[in-house]
């Protein structure tokens, strides 16, 4: 039997045992010397500020903040101060108003020497109308003979009583006749002056429109339709100032007695008489104690519809009180 070539010490040699040494498959090197982190940091990495320095030594630059994060904050800082000024203001005017009751009338709160009378004279045309040297300001109407606009011709002797004015009516050709009355609805001019005498034009032209057409100034201004807007005009022509209450009540009035009393139905008819009767219960009036456009405007609707006769009695009442003055009596004899 041969001899064996192996053995224990064989075997041990194999293994990398005491007996021989086994060569090291990479080398590290020692990284407990002082400065060795801080000279092989990779290039990728970010030094952070030490948290641990000693005490008393000077703190790190702080961070830049971005100049429109600063202009950001600055302008929420400003709004919430506006908003607390604000907030104290409303606080404040709250304890020295008391909110009015929703069914509050603001008619009650008109004052009668808010109003002034037609009669007084301070208006001035050229004043409100613009001076025109060597021109008589002319205002043209085009109106239906087949609907004539009674409270145009009431205000037309409204104006009479305070300007001197030029009237004058015409028929258009297509229109093929027109009753006598509203031919002479202006009356006989007994006067005859010159032109340049005059203050104002008033021409009125029967003629076959769907509604009443103004002209005025061509110039400088559009056509006015509609017999309400063009009452409106008119009736600034006397000058008188109304509070924002009392022109909205007299604006009010107005639409009403054109959409409603004039070309509403039935049922729309008799809510504003109603509404009506009701307003003239208060005061002799629509609007407060004197005659206003909203008074001249709804009587003309009435007699224009043909419903004077069955309205309320404060409605019956008011009539008759318009109808004794001498512009509402004067129109009175065109319907008869």
Same mark, same amino acid.
Request: glycine share 6%; with cysteine; aromatic share 6%.
């Given at each position: 039997?041969?001899?064996?070539?192996?053995?224990?010490?064989?075997?041990?040699?194999?293994?990398?045992?005491?007996?021989?040494?086994?060569?090291?498959?990479?080398?590290?090197?020692?990284?407990?010397?002082?400065?060795?982190?801080?000279?092989?940091?990779?290039?990728?990495?970010?030094?952070?500020?030490?948290?641990?320095?000693?005490?008393?030594?000077?703190?790190?630059?702080?961070?830049?903040?971005?100049?429109?994060?600063?202009?950001?904050?600055?302008?929420?800082?400003?709004?919430?101060?506006?908003?607390?000024?604000?907030?104290?203001?409303?606080?404040?005017?709250?304890?020295?108003?008391?909110?009015?009751?929703?069914?509050?009338?603001?008619?009650?709160?008109?004052? *009668?020497?808010?109003? =002034?009378?037609?009669? +007084?004279?301070?208006?001035? &045309?050229?004043?409100?109308?613009? %001076?025109?040297? $060597? /021109?008589?300001?002319?205002?043209?109407?085009?109106?239906?003979?087949?609907?004539?606009?009674?409270?145009?011709?009431?205000?037309?002797?409204?104006?009479?009583?305070?300007?001197?004015?030029?009237?004058?009516?015409?028929?258009?050709?297509?229109?093929?006749?027109?009753?006598?009355?509203?031919?002479?609805?202006?009356?006989?001019?007994?006067?005859?002056?010159?032109?340049?005498?005059?203050?104002?034009?008033?021409?009125?032209?029967?003629?076959?429109?769907?509604?009443?057409?103004?002209?005025?100034?061509?110039?400088?201004?559009?056509?006015?339709?509609?017999?309400?807007?063009?009452?409106?005009?008119?009736?600034?022509?006397?000058?008188?100032?109304?509070?924002?209450?009392?022109? *909205?009540?007299?604006? =009010?009035?107005?639409? +009403?007695?054109?959409?409603? &009393?004039?070309?509403?139905?039935? %049922?729309?008819? $008799? /809510?504003?008489?109603?509404?009506?009767?009701?307003?003239?219960?208060?005061?002799?009036?629509?609007?407060?104690?004197?005659?206003?456009?909203?008074?001249?405007?709804?009587?003309?609707?009435?007699?224009?519809?043909?419903?004077?006769?069955?309205?309320?009695?404060?409605?019956?009442?008011?009539?008759?009180?318009?109808?004794?003055?001498?512009?509402?009596?004067?129109?009175?004899?065109?319907?008869?």
């Amino acid at each position: 039997m041969g001899a064996r070539t192996g053995g224990p010490a064989a075997a041990e040699r194999a293994r990398g045992g005491p007996g021989v040494a086994m060569p090291a498959m990479y080398k590290v090197r020692p990284l407990h010397s002082a400065g060795v982190l801080a000279e092989h940091l990779p290039s990728c990495m970010y030094p952070l500020p030490n948290l641990h320095r000693a005490p008393g030594t000077a703190a790190l630059p702080q961070e830049e903040v971005d100049p429109s994060l600063q202009a950001l904050e600055s302008r929420q800082e400003e709004i919430l101060k506006r908003l607390y000024e604000l907030k104290s203001a409303v606080d404040g005017l709250s304890k020295m108003i008391q909110t009015p009751d929703a069914d509050f009338d603001v008619t009650n709160i008109i004052q *009668t020497d808010e109003i =002034s009378p037609l009669t +007084t004279n301070g208006a001035d &045309l050229d004043l409100m109308l613009g %001076k025109d040297y $060597g /021109a008589l300001k002319d205002v043209v109407i085009n109106a239906n003979p087949s609907l004539p606009p009674l409270s145009l011709l009431v205000i037309h002797s409204l104006l009479c009583e305070r300007y001197k004015i030029l009237s004058a009516v015409h028929t258009h050709s297509s229109v093929k006749s027109v009753p006598e009355n509203l031919l002479k609805c202006f009356g006989e001019q007994t006067k005859k002056q010159p032109r340049h005498e005059y203050q104002l034009g008033f021409t009125l032209i029967w003629k076959d429109v769907p509604k009443p057409q103004m002209k005025f100034s061509i110039q400088t201004m559009c056509p006015i339709e509609g017999e309400g807007n063009i009452a409106r005009f008119l009736f600034s022509l006397f000058g008188q100032k109304y509070n924002a209450v009392t022109s *909205t009540l007299i604006d =009010s009035w107005v639409d +009403t007695a054109i959409f409603q &009393l004039k070309e509403g139905s039935s %049922k729309e008819r $008799g /809510a504003v008489l109603r509404s009506m009767n009701a307003a003239l219960g208060k005061s002799s009036w629509l609007v407060g104690n004197e005659l206003t456009l909203a008074d001249v405007v709804a009587w003309s609707a009435l007699q224009q519809t043909g419903a004077a006769n069955s309205a309320p009695a404060n409605v019956q009442k008011w009539m008759k009180s318009c109808e004794n003055l001498a512009p509402f009596s004067s129109v009175m004899k065109l319907l008869k």
